[in-house]
């Protein structure tokens, strides 16, 4: 079946980065997208971006856009989200997702798109 | 950015009794090409999210039939026709019709 399977919980100092993994299996790594969101403690949840495995295009939300890089790395059907500069308002789950949808070579963007399924979840604190 | 609100934030429910949760857009979700782009998740305590509806109406696979979803443009509605104890849990709606992909803030359901 589909899994998606993040690493583990990580702790950082502010200033510090961070590289969370998402290891995918059961279907074809390149055509599905993966996107990235984050809960805070109690939180919501609060999209991040998004990459395709099949163009390497990425989509970053404005707020991101200038600390945060989306990889993928199809030889072990794995995708990766670095975080730099962290501050303590960074402490949260992120989670990884598969994108279903039309993917637009040209945009970027996934037409129609769902997030199925969501990996379990990778904590990262950030505390001096 | 689209901002999607949800109400009630905090629904009790007593098992068997059907139970609804609004979405309303500050935009129209509707698609030219006549889909409504707005999902629905559920987060169950202490799980990820997990896809319940997308593109308005159409139910993930898996999903049990007393879940459905309706409502069109800026507002939308989650209908679960008789909540189970295993419904617990934090519902979101999410739009997906523009960059950034934004969530409602979450409606929480408990069983009385």
């Known amino acids: 079946q589909v899994q998606l399977v993040q690493s583990g919980a990580e702790v950082r100092k502010p200033g510090a980065s961070v590289n969370v993994s998402c290891k995918s299996s059961?279907?074809?790594?390149?055509?599905?997208?993966f996107t990235w969101v984050r809960q805070a403690p109690g939180q919501g949840l609060e999209w991040m971006g998004w990459?395709?495995?099949?163009?390497?295009?990425?989509n970053y939300a404005q707020n991101f856009r200038d600390r945060v890089t989306m990889t993928t790395d199809t030889s072990t059907s794995r995708a990766y989200m670095e975080l730099r500069n962290l501050r303590s308002d960074d402490t949260a789950i992120y989670y990884c997702?598969?994108?279903?949808?039309?993917?637009?070579?040209?945009?970027?963007?996934?037409?129609?798109?769902?997030?199925?399924?969501w990996g379990q979840g990778t904590l990262v604190s950030v505390s001096s | 950015d689209i901002v999607l609100t949800q109400s009630p934030l905090s629904l009790p429910v007593t098992p068997g009794e059907p139970a609804s949760i609004s979405c309303r857009s500050s935009q129209s979700l509707m698609h030219g090409n006549g889909y409504n782009y707005l999902d629905w998740y559920l987060q169950k305590p202490g799980q990820s999210p997990q896809l319940l509806i997308y593109?308005?109406?159409n139910r993930a696979s898996g999903v049990p039939d007393r879940f459905s979803s309706s409502g069109s443009g800026t507002d939308f509605t989650l209908k679960i026709s008789r909540v189970e104890a295993e419904d617990v849990g934090v519902y979101y709606c999410m739009q997906v019709l523009q960059i950034p992909i934004t969530f409602g803030q979450g409606t929480r359901l408990e069983i009385k």
């Open positions: 593109m308005g109406s």
């Open positions: 990459i395709s495995p099949y163009s390497g295009h990425t």
């Open positions: 997702a598969r994108v279903v949808g039309n993917y637009n070579v040209l945009t970027g963007y996934y037409d129609r798109a769902r997030f199925d399924p």
């Open positions: 059961g279907y074809i790594f390149t055509d599905y997208g």
